[in-house]
Antibody, heavy 121, light 110 residues
Framework: EVQLLESGGGLVQPGGSLRLSCAASGFTFSTYAMSWVRQAPGKGLEWVSSISGAGGNTYYADSVKGRFTISRDNSKNTLCLQMNSLRAEDTAQYYCAKERADRILGRWSGWGQGTLVTVSS | QSALTQPRSVSGSPGQSVTISCTGT?????????VSWYQQHPGKAPKLMIY???ERPSGVPDRFSGSKSGNTASLTISGLQAEDEADYYCCSYAGSYDVIFGGGTKLTVL
């Protein structure tokens, strides 16, 4: 059974940094692309970033490009999102999500329960 | 890329069928057969219901079906059940490793 467990969320001031982690189990982690998807309070879903199975290719939404960095450690089955220069509009529940294959097509068959990031002074 | 367009809400009675539309452009929905649909209950993570326009993951009831015509994709839920009440989001690959969502549709089972 696919299990994804996010951690690292919390309250941070505008301009600050935060690092999210996602511990994966129940599947061969390195053979699947992984993503972060967020949802602002009371709002819809927004794709944030994706990374290929081997970690060599990374992709970002325009809204976070240059501020966020996605990475993965396949030896530890862990996905990370380093978030810098945080803004109030980054406040959201952040979900770790597993693609159906090592292709980034928005077909996420596994999701964590999310971790809440609040950017406020 | 702008978000895909979905109706804010739809409703139906138990046993009836409802269809949720998702309108994009030739650069996303119309350009690729990579449209997915997600169901989200309050306070829960999204769940994949349909992928590649028409495909159902294992475990998803066959009451859920997907289709596409031009730049508009649709999710149809037949034989509505109370547990189907949730928010539904469409999602499309938009080329150049970009993925966009619709704004979401709230389904109410009357």
């Amino acid at each position: 059974e696919v299990q994804l467990l996010e951690s690292g969320g919390g309250l941070v001031q505008p301009g600050g940094s935060l690092r999210l982690s996602c511990a994966a189990s129940g599947f061969t982690f390195s053979t699947y692309a992984m993503s972060w998807v967020r949802q602002a309070p009371g709002k819809g879903l927004e794709w944030v970033s994706s990374i290929s199975g081997a970690g060599g290719n990374t992709y970002y939404a325009d809204s976070v490009k240059g501020r966020f960095t996605i990475s993965r450690d396949n030896s530890k089955n862990t996905l990370c999102l380093q978030m810098n220069s945080l803004r109030a509009e980054d406040t959201a529940q952040y979900y770790c999500a597993k693609e159906r294959a090592d292709r980034i097509l928005g077909r996420w068959s596994g999701w964590g329960q999310g971790t809440l990031v609040t950017v406020s002074s | 890329q702008s978000a895909l367009t979905q109706p804010r809400s739809v409703s139906g009675s138990p046993g009836q069928s409802v269809t949720i539309s998702c309108t994009g452009t030739s650069s996303d929905v119309g350009g690729y057969n990579y449209v997915s649909w997600y169901q989200q209950h309050p306070g829960k993570a999204p769940k994949l219901m349909i992928y590649d326009v028409t495909e159902r993951p294992s475990g998803v009831p066959d009451r859920f079906s997907g289709s596409k015509s031009g730049n508009t994709a649709s999710l149809t839920i037949s034989g509505l059940q109370a547990e189907d009440e949730a928010d539904y989001y469409c999602c499309s690959y938009a080329g150049s490793y970009d993925v966009i969502f619709g704004g979401g549709t709230k389904l109410t089972v009357l």
